[in-house]
């Protein structure tokens, strides 16, 4: 149980906002449960800022919508960020 219950500190140790999550499920259920997921990723975003994380169950999920960070990410530094884990929610669309 702490183990899991660290898990939801990851963020807040990086100083990153983050929604609210639930114990186990993360942010899971209020993306299932809701109806228009691109519009509760906008309001999110407005809410949160471009850059905030989100777990999938009890794993960290950035989510990043500033598109020159992601430039630096992906194109420029793409030799130090190899191996990406496929979300979930991904695999789902």
Avoid: C
């Avoid at 990153?16 to 519009?39: C, D, E, V």
């Avoid at 777990?55 to 500033?66: A, C, F, I, K, M």
């Amino acid at each position: 149980l702490w183990t899991v219950h660290n898990s939801y500190r990851y963020f807040s140790r990086r100083n990153l906002p983050s929604p609210p999550a639930q114990f186990f499920f993360g942010h899971l259920k209020i993306l299932w449960s809701t109806k228009r997921f691109s519009q509760l990723i906008a309001e999110w975003t407005r809410q949160y800022g471009s850059i905030y994380g989100l777990y999938e169950g009890t794993r960290p999920l950035y989510v990043v919508s500033d598109v020159d960070f992601l430039h630096e990410v992906y194109i420029k530094q793409f030799s130090s960020f190899h191996s990406r884990h496929v979300p979930f929610l991904a695999r789902m669309g």
